[in-house]
């Protein structure tokens, strides 16, 4: 990956390189292990270090183009595909889930429509499906555990961030809509990953990168939203046929930048078009308001903070104009937009700036306080923009 001269791009270097001291610092210290973070502007490349440890009990250092199980940055790829294929009309956002997938209405779900799976206003579960723990990565035993549930609150009327279960159907959708023919993980490499030359990345962990990955350890091991050990749980048990379309990826820094440009650059990169400028436009619109996320709840006593709106738009979250915890950083614009994944991953896209950032990580934090390292160090690449 080619690193052009800060300044170049707009950046002062002196304000960049805090970026490194801080990490450097935070690792040392322990409170995580290690990551590999890009900053691009412009479609260039200004910051790419990879700092600490892939595995820090076998004091293995993070290498260029480490592999990371992605967590939820992940969601941003099964929701391209399927808005790829609402562009070829397969579907579309007002399309009722059960009319692709008709054991899907059972028991109050048959209204559920594809844009409330999208904004996490779908009332589906907010935690995992029930299934046996074994039978997490086997796509159609979850859908079927999903299918066979009810929803928790009457769709369309709460913000509730479904952890598995909503995109486990959007991935179901997918695979109906192209006619059953592949498997997810085919389609999201044919459709995706190849084509914008996401070398690194597959649903589930292909051979090529099982030695290089970085383990699932959670270093921050007080109460949150996740129990420490499902969480090393789950990233242990991602094998080469799992399918978990809401996180169970591997990728590298260098590809989610890459994914991230083609947003930056309305839907293509070098020559290969995933979604038109038009439907980027169309998942930055806030569809959430001024509505909390009921994912935080837990944060009011955990960490003293008061509910704040979701701003969630078509399958990402959005910075929105608040003042509040957010990954994208407080000095970021009210249009810039992405994800971010359990205790560890980040990627985001300020279209005012023009900025493009991929951050994945090991060494997993408690969820709130992840959010909050990743706001630190978006906040200091916005302050390093200086021209």
């Known amino acids: 990956m080619e690193i052009c001269d800060p300044k170049e791009l707009g950046f002062d270097p002196d304000r960049l390189a805090r970026l490194t001291a801080l990490i450097r610092a935070e690792i040392q210290a322990e409170r995580w292990d290690g990551c590999e973070l890009v900053v691009g502007r412009h479609g260039r490349v200004a910051y790419h270090e990879c700092l600490g440890f892939a595995d820090r009990a076998a004091r293995r250092p993070v290498e260029p183009d480490q592999p990371f199980i992605t967590m939820s940055i992940g969601k941003q790829f ?3 595909v399927l808005l790829a294929h ?13 009319e692709l997938i008709p054991e899907f209405g059972a028991r109050g779900k048959s209204r559920i429509t594809v844009a409330q799976l999208l904004t996490h206003t779908s009332g589906l579960l907010a935690m995992m499906p029930p299934v046996a723990p074994e039978d997490a990565g086997d796509l ?5 555990a999903i ?8 769709p369309g009327t709460r913000v509730t961030y479904s952890v598995i279960a909503a995109h486990a159907i959007l991935g179901e959708l997918v695979r109906r809509a192209d006619g059953g023919r592949r498997s997810l993980r085919e389609i999201l490499d044919a459709e995706l990953f190849r ?11 292909r051979p090529d990168l099982a030695k290089r990955l970085a383990p699932v350890v959670v270093r921050d091991r007080r109460d949150g939203l996740f129990e420490p050990e499902m969480l090393e749980s789950l990233g242990q048990g991602i094998g080469e046929t799992t399918e978990i379309p809401a996180g169970g990826y591997v990728s590298t820094a260098p590809d989610v930048w890459r994914f991230a440009e083609m947003l930056r650059r309305g839907g293509e990169l070098e020559g290969v078009r995933i979604l038109s400028p038009a439907m980027l436009e169309l998942v930055r619109v806030d ?3 001024e509505r909390p996320n ?6 009011f006593d955990l960490r003293g903070w008061d509910p704040f709106p979701s701003r969630l738009g078509l399958g990402f979250f959005l910075r929105g104009p608040d003042v509040h915890p957010t990954p994208f950083g407080l000095l970021a614009s009210a249009h810039t937009f992405g994800g971010f994944g359990a205790g560890s991953t980040a990627f985001w896209v300020d279209p005012a700036r023009d900025v493009s950032y991929a951050f994945l990580s090991s060494g997993l934090l408690e969820d709130s306080y992840s ?7 978006a906040d200091l690449v916005h302050a390093a923009i200086v021209a």
């Open 78 to 80: 099964v929701v391209s």
């Open 86 to 98: 609402v562009e070829r009309g397969d579907l579309a956002l007002t399309t009722r889930v059960a």
């Open 140 to 144: 159609a035993k979850v859908v079927a």
């Open 147 to 154: 299918c066979d549930s009810a929803p928790e609150s009457l």
């Open 195 to 205: 084509p914008l030359g996401m070398r690194s990345s597959s649903l589930g962990v």
């Open 287 to 289: 569809r959430t308001g």
């Open 294 to 299: 009921s994912l935080w709840d837990y944060t």
């Open 371 to 377: 959010v909050e390292r990743h706001q630190r160090l």
